[in-house]
């Protein structure tokens, strides 16, 4: 089956010179190409150019992403493919930098337009502005499509964090979520529908469950988004 990864993470740029990005090394993307890849899937992995991992990887295809619109703009592109599957691991930058300005003594703000922002400088403000939702776009870009979705947890129990997972699925008319993080604790958590999670112990289980729903998705007859 044809088969995209995504993987690593998106930057979005302060000045010519700063960045804000995510905490990815993109490790679980690269490593999941590789199973599917062993198992005989063609696959394309788009992974960011900020991902730190160096081991082995060995796709059919790869492309190298920044920002957050870039890999929204490449996974568009392969939307004209065949595509079977989505497997939607990279991390995402939520926010980009908007507006910048500087605090003058007598309190007021100074629009920012220079190449780079001086580290001399006291009272910069940054605006941050929402990204957008990548993922919100694939069920119209792959309608039919095993699309597979991310929920990375830090924060409470792992009811919780489950329940976020459910919800992605919900929003976003994927075929499952993959929910980790210290909110859900060890091992993964695949989840498929309200009530249906299936806990997988570490990444080599959770590979062999994410093909396991590629392969009885691509059975005929069975569900559909």
Request: hydrophobic fraction near 40%; charge should be positive; include cysteine.
């Given at each position: 089956?044809?088969?995209?990864?995504?993987?690593?993470?998106t930057?979005?740029p302060?000045?010519e010179?700063?960045?804000?990005t995510n905490?990815?090394?993109?490790?679980l993307g690269?490593?999941?190409?590789?199973?599917?890849?062993?198992?005989?899937?063609?696959?394309t992995l788009?992974?960011?150019?900020?991902a730190?991992?160096?081991?082995?990887c060995q796709?059919g295809?790869?492309?190298?992403?920044t920002?957050?619109?870039?890999?929204?703009?490449r996974?568009h592109?392969?939307?004209?493919q065949?595509?079977d599957?989505i497997?939607?691991a990279?991390?995402?930058s939520?926010?980009?930098?908007?507006k910048?300005?500087?605090?003058?003594?007598?309190?007021?703000?100074?629009p920012f337009?220079?190449?780079?922002?001086?580290?001399?400088?006291?009272?910069?403000l940054?605006?941050?502005t929402?990204t957008?939702?990548?993922?919100?776009?694939?069920?119209?870009?792959?309608?039919?499509a095993?699309?597979?979705g991310?929920?990375?947890?830090?924060?409470?129990?792992?009811p919780?964090a489950i329940a976020k997972?459910?919800q992605?699925?919900?929003d976003y008319?994927t075929?499952?979520c993959?929910?980790?993080?210290?909110?859900?604790?060890?091992?993964?958590g695949?989840?498929?529908?309200a009530?249906?999670?299936?806990?997988?112990?570490?990444?080599?289980a959770l590979?062999?469950a994410?093909e396991?729903?590629?392969?009885?998705r691509?059975?005929?007859?069975?569900s559909s988004p």
């Amino acid at each position: 089956m044809n088969c995209v990864v995504t993987a690593g993470p998106t930057y979005e740029p302060l000045d010519e010179v700063r960045r804000l990005t995510n905490f990815s090394t993109g490790r679980l993307g690269s490593e999941l190409v590789n199973f599917l890849a062993a198992r005989g899937h063609h696959v394309t992995l788009l992974i960011g150019q900020q991902a730190t991992w160096r081991g082995e990887c060995q796709p059919g295809r790869m492309e190298t992403f920044t920002t957050t619109d870039d890999l929204r703009s490449r996974l568009h592109t392969l939307a004209s493919q065949p595509v079977d599957a989505i497997f939607h691991a990279a991390a995402v930058s939520d926010f980009a930098f908007g507006k910048t300005w500087q605090r003058t003594a007598d309190g007021s703000l100074i629009p920012f337009k220079a190449g780079k922002i001086s580290s001399r400088l006291d009272n910069v403000l940054v605006e941050l502005t929402p990204t957008g939702k990548i993922i919100a776009d694939l069920r119209d870009w792959f309608p039919r499509a095993c699309l597979t979705g991310w929920k990375f947890e830090v924060d409470g129990k792992r009811p919780n964090a489950i329940a976020k997972a459910e919800q992605q699925l919900t929003d976003y008319r994927t075929t499952a979520c993959v929910v980790n993080g210290r909110a859900y604790g060890e091992g993964f958590g695949l989840v498929t529908g309200a009530g249906r999670i299936r806990h997988l112990a570490d990444r080599e289980a959770l590979f062999a469950a994410l093909e396991e729903l590629l392969a009885r998705r691509a059975i005929p007859g069975s569900s559909s988004p």
